[in-house]
């Protein structure tokens, strides 16, 4: 397929600028900015978006202690930090800059930046990330990191031995609990029906814990702060039951929210290929999309693991399989020309 000139229909014909790339990689977290690092490395002179939250999830997590490579506990925001430098230092170019449009129905693919700016790109790593959905309760923000959390796998360790609360009642949370059993004290599941959505299995399981108790038709309305300290802390949860209006508090150490995520995938809605909740579809152990030369990284195609590590794993695959692309690309616009 050949090459069409810019700009394209429903792109602004007045832009500040027009940037081209073999290889635009959308997002800069984990899964975005291995994507770029490999790339650079192959000689591809990758070209980064960052987006609204530039270093994803991790530049709202504090200590970080399951990222392979170090002893100590690291900060979230200084590991992204490393890692855009790192990008940058193998040749990657980072652009701050949010993407408003996309058109992926032409060669090269275009994209139009919040900026004014086109990104006109042969091949398209997208690594938008995803966000967990919150409470939106009083000292839920103000304790994030600081005893609220959306991820059992990433802070649990820190629980050890403590009273902690999920709040859910899918399977997200299910597991979180689960998983949570493991290490802390007690676990207090808060679902605000009177059943679980979660699969049976796993509520048997969840039932079966002796260090697990669910508290149900309970909404939480406030995380409570302990500020004696020299930063504050979580110590505790008001309750209040959604059938009788009872209010009660619950003393715990953590609250970790699993209500669920959303993909940062709007823009690619009736392009791509998405499941019902709007998760980019990737052919199985590859992170090909439904269109050849776009590929899809961490969050945006992964609601299993949503780790920084497999994120970072399949921004190395979505690179290394648009360098294949790419290599053949060549050939095969000239066989169309």
Request: hydrophobic share 45%.
């Amino acid at each position: 397929m050949g090459h069409e000139p810019l700009p394209a229909a429903g792109i602004p014909a007045t832009v500040s600028q027009t940037h081209r790339t073999r290889l635009l990689i959308l997002g800069a977290g984990p899964a975005g900015y291995t994507a770029a690092i490999y790339a650079a490395r192959a000689g591809l002179k990758p070209m980064v978006v960052a987006g609204l939250q530039p270093g994803g999830q991790l530049t709202i997590t504090t200590e970080v202690e399951n990222f392979p490579g170090f002893a100590e506990p690291i900060q979230g925001p200084w590991l992204m930090e490393q890692m855009q430098a790192q990008a940058i230092h193998v040749g990657t170019e980072v652009i701050q800059d949010v993407i408003t449009q996309v058109d992926l129905g032409r060669r090269p693919f275009l994209c139009t930046g919040d900026s004014g700016a086109v990104y006109a790109a042969e091949a398209l790593v997208i690594a938008t990330g995803a966000q967990a959905r919150w409470l939106g309760i009083p000292g839920e923000k103000e304790l994030s990191g600081f005893g609220v959390s959306a991820c059992a796998t990433c802070d649990g360790f820190f629980y050890r031995g403590k009273d902690v609360a999920v709040v859910g009642g899918g399977n997200s949370a299910t597991e979180e609990a689960l998983y949570l059993s493991n290490l802390a004290r007690h676990v207090t599941l808060i679902h605000r029906r009177d059943s679980l959505r979660s699969e049976k299995i796993l509520q048997q399981r969840l039932f079966e814990r002796p260090n697990v108790s669910v508290i149900w038709d309970t909404a939480v309305e406030q995380v409570l702060a302990d500020s004696s300290g020299r930063v504050a802390v979580a110590r505790g949860l008001a309750l209040r039951n959604l059938k009788t209006g009872a209010t009660s508090e619950l003393p715990v150490h953590g609250l970790f929210v699993a209500i669920g995520h959303d993909p940062a995938t709007a823009l690619f809605k009736g392009q791509l290929d998405m499941d019902a909740e709007g998760y980019i579809r990737t052919t199985p152990g590859t992170t090909q999309t439904s269109i050849p030369g776009v590929f899809a990284a961490g969050d945006v195609q992964d609601k299993i693991y949503r780790q920084a590590v497999t994120a970072a794993g399949t921004g190395c695959m979505a690179a290394l399989e648009a360098e294949k692309f790419l290599a053949h690309l060549p050939a095969v616009d000239a066989a169309a020309a």
